[in-house]
């Protein structure tokens, strides 16, 4: 079974400029969710897709989008990059909304952006 | 009021002693709530999911919940230096799609 992976590890950009970050969920998961997390900070609820549509959202600007793909693979997209972006971007992905269980959520490795 | 709240420590246990770790959370339709552990560094790792009033027992691992009190703890046994983490509370919104997570609570187990 292979796990969740987000690609870049880390990525350096200037205040302004635009950032795509990658994530490959679990096999057989199809439900993917973005979070945003500050040092010091719990995981911030950014939004869910599934099946390919956007399921909810968390008090994020729309300058912060994605997309999920037909393999259930996501991307975040996030324009005008302020300093406040900088921070580790976790995506997770869970089995879906047939059952509680399906609400387990199991994160990838994150992508660390710092904004200068 | 904070949606999630835990204590943010840090809670300071000698090896092999109990570690209790608490959160309250605030809306009362929640029905799904979780425990994450998070080394220095590294993405959340999920430990526990309960779902109904009570206790569940997974190893060392206890998670309690109380849903009249919005009440969430995770008790530890037999604390090890390799549990030192933050511990993360996560609740989800009666909807299901939308997880909040607390600030978390730092442990340090003394070896």
């Known amino acids: 079974e292979t796990g969740v992976t987000q690609s870049p590890t880390h990525l350096i950009k200037t205040r302004g400029q635009q950032v795509t970050l990658r994530c490959s969920s679990q096999s057989g998961h199809n439900t993917v969710s973005w979070y945003q997390q500050a040092l010091g900070q719990g995981p911030q609820f950014i939004f869910q897709y599934y099946r390919e549509e956007e399921n909810g959202r968390g008090n994020f600007p729309p300058r912060f989008s994605g997309l999920q793909f037909p393999n259930y693979s996501s991307e975040l997209n996030v324009n005008a990059l302020e300093l406040d972006d900088s921070a580790l971007y976790l995506c997770?992905?869970?089995?879906?909304?047939?059952?509680?269980?399906?609400?387990?959520?199991?994160f990838g490795p994150g992508t660390r952006l710092t904004v200068t | 009021q904070k949606e999630v709240e835990q204590n943010s420590g840090p809670l300071s246990v000698p090896e092999g002693a109990i570690a209790s770790l608490n959160c309250t959370y605030s809306?009362?339709?929640?029905?799904?709530f979780f425990w994450y552990r998070q080394y220095s560094g590294k993405s959340p790792e999920l430990i526990m999911s309960i779902y109904s009033n009570g206790d569940k027992e997974d190893g060392r691992f206890t998670a309690q919940l109380n849903k009249a009190s919005q009440y969430v703890s995770l008790l530890i046994r037999d604390s090890q230096p390799s549990d030192s983490a933050t511990y993360l509370c996560a609740v989800n919104n009666p909807g299901g799609f939308k997880t909040i997570f607390g600030a978390g609570t730092r442990l340090f187990v003394k070896a």
């Open positions: 997770a992905s869970s089995l879906g909304q047939v059952e509680q269980r399906t609400y387990e959520q199991y």
């Open positions: 809306d009362r339709g929640s029905q799904s």
